[in-house]
C-alpha cells in the first residue's frame, strides 16, 4: 500500500465516542494519526432515547462532570498529550423532536465554529454519528467524512425517529463515506451514495507481548473457561449461553465488560458469571486464560450489518473462537467456527475445549497479518484526507433537499 510522503497541512475535527471511554475503531484509526495531524476530538450527547432508567441517569452523570471539568479520561499506559484537543460542547439532552435538533446545531455551531477559524487548514471533519447532519454547510470544514460503522436506527436503545433522517441527509451531503462492512455500504447505497469499504483492524503488536500477568478476576472462576467481552447488553443470545451452560459438567461461562440492558434471566443462568470491564490492555492477559473464546450474538437486525470489533482481536489471541454466524464474521470462516443455533454453538464450543485449535484454523489466520491498525490507518487516511472531493456531491445534495 503506498503511503503519502507527508501529512497534509490539515486539522481533524472527530464526532465520535467518548475519547478514553473505550477502543472504538475510530479511536484506534486516529490515535495512529495522531502524529500527522492535529486531532479536535468532539465527546457529544450519544443518540439513547430519554428514558427514565439507571443507564440514562448514569450517562447524564458522566455528561454533567466532563461539561463542568476539563480533565480528559485516557488509559493507564497512556501518557497526557495535548493531542488530541478533546472538545466537550454543552448540548441539549436528546435530537428528538426537531426543535431538539435545531437546538443542538445551534449549540454545536456556536462552540466549535470559534475553535475552527484558529485551526490549521484545512479542516477535515470525520463523523461516526450521524447527529452532526445539521452542520454540514453551516461550520467552517473544508470536507466531511461519514466513517459508517454501525446502522444506528436497529438498536433498540436509540432514537431512531430521531436518527434515521439525519443520517440520510448525512449520507447525501458528506463528501466521503467509508462503511466498515457491505451490509452498510448497501445501505448507503440505498441513498445514491458510493462508499468505500474499509473493514476492522487489529492492533497485532499488542495480542502477541502479552503482558505475565494471571488476572486476579478469573483466579476462582472454575475450569475450563468459555470467555467473551465486550458491550453486554440486548445483542446476547441467552437461548445460546443457556444451551452451553447445561451441556458443560464442569467449568465457567464468563463476560468480562460492562452491562447495560442485557436480557435479565442471563446472569441466573448456572456457571455464567460477569467480570466488570477491564482496561482494554489487559484484554490479552485475560484471552490467554481461556480455553474457548465466543461471540454469543443474536441474528438480528443492527448485528447484521455491524463488524465486531473484537473478531480479530479473537483470532489474534491464538485461541478458539466460537462466533454467530453474522455476515461480517463470515470472511473468517476458515479461521474461527460459525454456528447458527444453540445446539451447534453447544456442541462446537464443547469439541474445541476437547480439541483446541484446529491447524487449518491457525494456518488461516496467517493472514491477520495484513489486518493491522497501522494499515487501515494509512489506508483511511488516503480516502479521508487525500482523495478528491465528488464534483457531483453539489448537485446530489440539492437534488436530496
Known amino acids: 500500500m503506498s503511503e503519502p510522503k507527508e501529512a497534509a497541512p490539515a486539522t481533524l475535527l472527530v464526532f465520535s465516542d467518548d475519547w478514553g471511554r473505550h477502543p472504538s475503531s475510530c479511536q484506534h484509526l486516529v490515535r495512529r494519526l495522531l502524529p500527522r495531524y492535529p486531532v479536535l476530538w468532539v465527546n457529544t450527547i450519544g443518540m439513547r432515547r430519554l428514558a427514565l432508567d439507571h443507564i440514562t441517569f448514569c450517562r447524564g452523570i458522566q455528561k454533567l462532570r466532563s461539561w463542568a471539568s476539563p480533565r480528559v479520561p485516557r488509559p493507564a499506559d497512556e501518557p497526557a498529550a495535548d493531542n488530541p484537543r478533546v472538545l466537550n460542547p454543552r448540548m441539549w439532552p436528546t435530537f428528538g423532536p426537531v426543535v431538539g435538533r435545531r437546538l443542538n446545531a445551534r449549540l454545536l455551531c456556536r462552540q466549535l465554529a470559534p475553535i475552527l477559524q484558529a485551526a490549521r487548514r484545512p479542516v477535515v471533519a470525520v463523523t461516526t454519528v450521524p447527529?452532526?447532519?445539521?452542520?454540514?454547510?453551516?461550520?467552517?470544514?473544508?470536507?466531511?467524512?461519514?466513517?459508517?460503522?454501525?446502522?444506528?436506527?436497529?438498536?433498540?436503545?436509540?432514537?431512531?425517529?430521531?436518527?434515521?433522517?439525519?443520517?440520510?441527509r448525512l449520507a447525501r451531503r458528506a463528501d466521503v463515506l467509508i462503511a466498515v462492512s457491505e451490509k452498510l455500504q448497501d445501505r448507503l447505497a440505498a441513498w445514491g451514495r458510493a462508499s468505500e469499504l474499509l473493514t476492522h483492524g487489529v492492533d497485532?503488536?499488542?495480542?502477541?507481548?502479552?503482558?505475565?500477568?494471571?488476572?486476579?478476576?478469573?483466579?476462582?472462576?472454575?475450569?475450563?473457561?468459555?470467555?467473551?467481552?465486550?458491550?453486554?447488553?440486548?445483542?446476547?443470545?441467552?437461548?445460546?449461553?443457556?444451551?452451553?451452560?447445561?451441556?458443560?459438567?464442569?467449568?465457567?461461562?464468563a463476560f468480562v465488560g460492562p452491562r447495560s440492558d442485557e436480557p435479565a434471566e442471563l446472569?441466573?443462568?448456572?456457571?455464567?458469571?460477569?467480570?466488570?470491564?477491564?482496561?482494554?490492555?489487559?484484554?490479552?492477559?485475560?484471552?490467554?486464560?481461556?480455553?474457548?473464546?465466543?461471540?454469543?450474538?443474536?441474528?438480528?437486525?443492527?448485528?447484521?450489518?455491524?463488524?465486531?470489533?473484537?473478531?480479530?482481536?479473537?483470532?489474534?489471541?491464538?485461541?478458539?473462537?466460537?462466533?454467530?454466524?453474522?455476515?461480517?464474521?463470515?470472511?473468517?470462516?476458515?479461521?474461527?467456527?460459525?454456528?447458527?443455533?444453540?445446539?451447534?454453538?453447544?456442541?462446537?464450543?464443547?469439541?474445541?475445549?476437547?480439541?483446541?485449535?484446529?491447524?487449518?484454523?491457525?494456518?488461516?489466520?496467517?493472514?491477520?497479518?495484513?489486518?493491522?491498525?497501522?494499515?487501515?490507518?494509512?489506508?483511511?487516511?488516503?480516502?479521508?484526507?487525500?482523495?478528491?472531493?465528488?464534483?457531483?456531491?453539489?448537485?446530489?445534495?440539492?437534488?436530496?433537499?
Not at 140 to 168: G, T
Not at 209 to 237: K, Y
Open 131 to 168: 447527529i452532526v447532519a445539521d452542520l454540514v454547510g453551516r461550520l467552517p470544514v473544508d470536507r466531511w467524512v461519514y466513517y459508517c460503522v454501525d446502522d444506528f436506527s436497529k438498536w433498540p436503545s436509540l432514537d431512531r425517529s430521531a436518527i434515521e433522517p439525519m443520517e440520510e
Open 267 to 401: 446472569f441466573a443462568i448456572p456457571r455464567v458469571v460477569h467480570v466488570p470491564a477491564v482496561p482494554y490492555a489487559r484484554l490479552p492477559a485475560f484471552a490467554r486464560e481461556a480455553d474457548v473464546l465466543v461471540m454469543p450474538y443474536l441474528d438480528a437486525p443492527g448485528l447484521r450489518e455491524s463488524q465486531p470489533l473484537k473478531l480479530k482481536e479473537y483470532l489474534a489471541s491464538g485461541k478458539p473462537a466460537v462466533v454467530r454466524d453474522l455476515p461480517a464474521n463470515r470472511a473468517w470462516a476458515d479461521a474461527l467456527d460459525l454456528v447458527a443455533t444453540p445446539e451447534e454453538f453447544s456442541a462446537r464450543v464443547r469439541q474445541r475445549l476437547a480439541e483446541g485449535l484446529p491447524t487449518a484454523q491457525a494456518v488461516a489466520r496467517r493472514r491477520l497479518a495484513g489486518e493491522d491498525w497501522t494499515d487501515k490507518a494509512a489506508r483511511f487516511e488516503q480516502l479521508a484526507v487525500f482523495q478528491p472531493i465528488d464534483s457531483h456531491r453539489d448537485d446530489e445534495v440539492a437534488h436530496a433537499e
Open 204 to 253: 497485532l503488536a499488542r495480542w502477541r507481548d502479552v503482558a505475565d500477568e494471571s488476572p486476579a478476576e478469573l483466579a476462582r472462576l472454575a475450569r475450563p473457561l468459555v470467555l467473551f467481552w465486550g458491550s453486554i447488553d440486548w445483542q446476547m443470545d441467552v437461548g445460546f449461553v443457556r444451551r452451553l451452560a447445561d451441556d458443560l459438567s464442569r467449568g465457567t461461562m
